[in-house]
Nanobody, 126 residues
Framework: QVQLVESGGGLVQAGGSLRLSCAAS????????MGWFRQAPGKDREFVAA????????YYADFVKGRFTCSRDNAKNTLYLQMNSLKPEDTAIYYC???????????????????WGQGTQVTVSS
């Protein structure tokens, strides 16, 4: 079992930055690929970024490339999403998620993720 708790969301002006954190409990965090997803009102939950279980590889949605950076600290059981140059269209609830299986490659498919946090709201004003 993996329990996830996000933090770090808030209100920021366009062009600003936020750093999201996702604290994980359980002994398998370092064995699982992790992902960040977001959901805006009236829209489906969409992929943002993913990171391999070792942290050595990352993968991003095109709309965040060059602006967001996903990282992890396995010693601290924590996943991060550094978000720079934020735009109003980045406004959404952001969720972290843990892959359903250990030692699997990272994925942009939300069906591959079993464990989800409660989400943290990010609001970007224009």
């Amino acid at each position: 079992q993996v329990q996830l708790v996000e933090s770090g969301g808030g209100l920021v002006q366009a062009g600003g930055s936020l750093r999201l954190s996702c604290a994980a409990s359980g002994r398998t965090f370092s064995s699982r690929a992790m992902g960040w997803f977001r959901q805006a009102p009236g829209k489906d939950r969409e992929f943002v970024a993913a990171i391999s279980y070792s942290g050595g590889s990352t993968y991003y949605a095109d709309f965040v490339k060059g602006r967001f950076t996903c990282s992890r600290d396995n010693a601290k059981n924590t996943l991060y999403l550094q978000m720079n140059s934020l735009k109003p269209e980045d406004t959404a609830i952001y969720y972290c998620a843990a892959h359903r299986l250990i030692y699997q490659v990272m994925s942009r498919n939300k069906e591959q993720y079993t464990y989800w946090g409660q989400g943290t709201q990010v609001t970007v004003s224009s």
